[in-house]
């Protein structure tokens, strides 16, 4: 074995020792949000409370009443291309890109919008495009790795401000807007944590950009998009803020059932980010049959309020069954995201292994994606799931937690 793959293996015995080695499991998927963990060999189908797909969009086929049919939408793509041959910037771009841009620039009332391979490629390259002299960054403590690498990527000057803490969020800013050298102030947040559940003060945002004019606002709806809003364009949109936000970034991975990600925004950010952003700039575009899926789902998202209401009866049936557990362990359910928080490594892993002998897929979430010391299981319910899942979900908690 050669000194590189030895010290390798050296380093994966040590992380094995710790419990904290990472391994990928082929899962199948049947039908009906349900799963079987091994994929070549079909077993009792598993209820997944993993997925981002809140929507329950991955399976074109199941209906809700009164939205589009998405099928003849699907058939429709079926002669379209397969690759986009090249970065955007080369040979990659096409006439439904602009067009998914400006459907999604009109739905979030910005001027403008530009499309991103992920979220991953969204976030880490945002920033570093739209640097400008005198910036300052100020986070939430627990946005998502993407918009930290973002910011380490871009070299600006960043602080974290308390998760949600509104007060020293306030103080921070007012540190630095009184400050010369300080020209522009961007406060990052997401709008329902993908971690925790739990729900930005959007609203004491956008006062506080009012009030200090070098403050903008860069929030990633990635996990509300699709879900929150009466069209499902979000918390912004529920909130009646969308146009109060600089940056707005959302992605199609989650809700929409695809991949890919854009930014609502100026004309004049979008004209440099195409121009600087690197993520966008040496990355080949999405497929335009992805493309092409998307703009249908975007089209037809106002129609799947059956599918949010079900969302909505879901998280309100979790909350009600949870309620007589404390909430350090389960909080008070915010959105369609709840976590069980375990304490630890083992105790996340054997609740994930009791629930996995009843019927139900949910990997536990293990430092460092979380601190250490709030190990947890993350229930992502979608609208795929049943009443009585979710009632038994909670039977099989509260009998593992008694
Ligand atoms: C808040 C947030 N932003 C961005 C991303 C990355 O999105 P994508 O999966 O499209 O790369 C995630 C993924 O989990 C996320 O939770």
């Not at 609203?203 to 009012?210: C, I, W």
Request: with cysteine.
């Amino acid at each position: 074995m050669s000194h590189f793959e030895s010290h390798i293996e050296q380093i994966i015995a040590t992380l094995r020792d710790e419990q904290a080695l990472r391994t990928l499991t082929p899962i199948a998927a049947l039908a009906d949000g349900r799963y079987s963990l091994l994929a070549d060999e079909p077993q009792q189908p598993l209820v997944n409370l993993n997925s981002n797909d809140y929507l329950a969009l991955h399976d074109a086929t199941c209906h809700f009443a009164g939205e589009t049919d998405l099928t003849n939408s699907l058939e429709r793509l079926s002669a379209k291309e397969l690759g986009s041959t090249s970065s955007r910037l080369l040979s990659g771009d096409r006439k439904e890109m602009h067009q998914l841009e400006q459907c999604i620039a009109h739905s979030l009332r910005h001027e403008s919008a530009l499309l991103f391979n992920s979220g991953y490629h969204a976030n880490a390259g945002i920033l570093p495009a739209l640097k400008l002299p005198g910036m300052v960054v100020l986070a939430d403590k627990l946005i998502h790795a993407s918009m930290i690498d973002g910011i380490r990527l871009s070299g600006l000057p960043f602080e974290r401000f308390r998760h949600n803490d509104v007060t020293n969020l306030q103080r921070l800013i007012e540190k630095h807007h009184s400050s010369e050298s300080c020209q522009h102030i961007i406060v990052m947040a997401e709008s329902i944590y993908s971690m925790d559940g739990d729900l930005a003060p959007l609203q004491a945002f956008v006062d506080l950009k009012r009030a200090y004019p070098k403050v903008a606002l860069y929030i990633d709806e990635a996990h509300a998009i699709g879900v929150r809003g009466a069209h499902g364009y979000g918390l912004c949109e529920e909130l009646g803020l969308l146009s109060e936000i600089d940056l707005l970034v959302g992605t199609f991975g989650k809700a929409l059932g695809s991949m890919g990600a854009y930014v609502a925004c100026s004309e004049a950010v979008r004209t440099l980010l195409i121009t600087r952003c690197r993520s966008l700039i040496y990355s080949t575009m999405l497929p335009p049959i992805i493309v092409q899926w998307i703009l249908a789902i975007w089209q037809a998202l106002p129609t799947f309020s059956g599918r949010r209401a079900h969302l909505l009866s879901l998280q309100q049936e979790l909350a009600k069954q949870l309620a007589t557990l404390p909430s350090q362990i389960v909080p008070t359910p915010e959105s369609h995201i709840l976590p069980i928080i375990c304490g630890s490594r083992e105790r996340a892993r054997a609740l994930a292994q009791a629930l996995l002998h009843e019927g139900y897929f949910i990997r536990p979430i293990m430092s460092p994606t979380v601190p250490v010391g709030s190990e947890r299981l993350r229930i992502s319910l979608t609208a795929g799931l049943t009443s009585s899942d979710v009632k038994r979900l909670c039977q099989v908690i509260l009998a593992h937690l008694a």
